[in-house]
């Protein structure tokens, strides 16, 4: 059964391009979350699909913008690169439906480095 | 206000001991959900224990227990007989379920060293 999986692991771009980072989820699972987690901190919650749809967004700006595919796979997209995107990003899936446990798997992370 | 504090950027345990993680919560819904997870070097999270807030009983997986006091809003992390293995960080989360949300809200975590 394979879980989260997140490409690519490492990568390096100069501030003002843009990147996208792609996450497919746990098999059998419909929601994908994405967290920036910031060198030092805790994860923070950026968007969340569901059903193709951005569900839920965190305080980002607009320049953070995702996709989810039909088959539940998801990217993240960041435009316009800043030194402070430079993070951990963490895709979380897990299965909507109960309302009262939702345990949210996470994939390896893709570690971006804006120069 | 922060959502989930975690007062102890570091912590130090013996191998074979005891250790408490703290966690403390602020949310005004009635129903939510609280998690522990931890991250080694490698970055993934790894899920450990889970407590609802309506659950009397408090979580138990293996060697971790959650010591939860709903009054005092605190979800601490008990981890028993410590292994070298365990050094990671971890991190304390919350899901406030009554407002529909579906995201977690992370403290900014502990580093915690096991000491042969």
């Known amino acids: 059964d394979a879980g989260v999986t997140q490409s690519p692991t490492h990568l390096i771009k100069t501030r003002g391009q843009q990147v996208t980072l792609r996450c497919s989820p746990k098999s059998g699972h419909d929601t994908v979350s994405w967290y920036q987690q910031a060198l030092g901190q805790g994860p923070q919650f950026i968007f969340q699909y569901y059903e193709e749809e951005e569900r839920q967004r965190g305080n980002f700006p607009d320049r953070f913008s995702g996709h989810q595919f039909p088959n539940y796979s998801s990217e993240l997209n960041v435009n316009a690169l800043l030194l402070g995107d430079s993070a951990l990003y963490l895709c979380?899936?897990?299965?909507?439906?109960?309302?009262?446990?939702?345990?949210?798997?996470f994939g390896p992370g893709t570690r971006l480095t804006v120069l | 206000a922060q959502k989930i504090t975690q007062t102890q950027p570091g912590m130090f345990v013996q191998e074979k001991e005891a250790v408490t993680l703290d966690c403390t919560y602020d949310t005004s819904d009635q129903s939510y959900g609280l998690f522990w997870y931890k991250q080694p070097s490698s970055g993934e999270m790894i899920f450990l224990i889970y407590q609802g807030s309506y659950d009397e009983q408090n979580a138990t997986e293996g060697r971790y227990s959650l010591n939860f006091q709903k009054a005092r809003k605190s979800a601490n992390l008990v981890i028993s007989a410590s292994q070298l293995g365990d050094s990671a960080m971890y991190f304390c989360?919350?899901?406030?379920?009554?407002?529909?949300?579906?995201?977690?809200?992370f403290g900014t975590g502990t580093r915690l060293t096991v000491i042969p």
């Open positions: 989360a919350m899901r406030e379920v009554q407002t529909g949300a579906n995201n977690l809200f």
């Open positions: 979380a899936s897990s299965l909507a439906g109960d309302p009262t446990y939702n345990e949210q798997f």
